[in-house]
C-alpha cells in the first residue's frame, strides 16, 4: 500500500510558476513510476507527465513540453511537478499518482494503483 499527499496548489497568474509536491508513504517509493493528473471542472482526467523509477526518463503531454518540468527524490520519497509560464488553461486539480511499473503509463490510468486526494491550481488570466 502506497500513500499519496500533493501539495503546493495555489492561485497564481499567468506566466507565473508553481512547483507541485507529492509526498508518499508506505510501500517502497523507488518501486514505482509517478504521473501526474489533472482534472479541470466538467472535462475528463488527463494524463500530464511522468517520470520512470529511477527518475531518467520523463514524459509530458504536448500542451505542457517545455513549461513544465517532472522530477523525484527517492530518498525523501517524493516526486516534484514544477510548472512554469503557466496558462489559465492549466487551472485544474492536480493529482499525483504510483504505477508499479519502470516507466508510468502514458495512456491507460488503470496501470496506477494508488493515487493522492489532488491539489487545486488556478491560474488567471
Known amino acids: 500500500q502506497v500513500q499519496l499527499v500533493e501539495s503546493g496548489g495555489g492561485l497564481v497568474q499567468a506566466g507565473d510558476s508553481l512547483r507541485l509536491s507529492c509526498a508518499a508513504s508506505g510501500r517502497t517509493f523507488s518501486n514505482y513510476a509517478m504521473g501526474w493528473f489533472r482534472q479541470a471542472p466538467g472535462k475528463e482526467r488527463e494524463f500530464v507527465g511522468g517520470i520512470s523509477r529511477s527518475g531518467s526518463k520523463t514524459y509530458y503531454v504536448e500542451s505542457v513540453k517545455g513549461r513544465f518540468t517532472i522530477s523525484r527524490d527517492n530518498a525523501k520519497n517524493t516526486v516534484y511537478l514544477q510548472m512554469n509560464a503557466m496558462k489559465p488553461e492549466d487551472t485544474a486539480v492536480y493529482y499525483c499518482?504510483?504505477?508499479?511499473?519502470?516507466?508510468?503509463?502514458?495512456?491507460?490510468?488503470?496501470?496506477?494503483?494508488?493515487w493522492g486526494q489532488g491539489t487545486q491550481v488556478t491560474v488567471s488570466s
Open positions: 499518482a504510483a504505477d508499479p511499473a519502470l516507466n508510468p503509463n502514458t495512456i491507460r490510468m488503470g496501470g496506477y494503483d494508488y
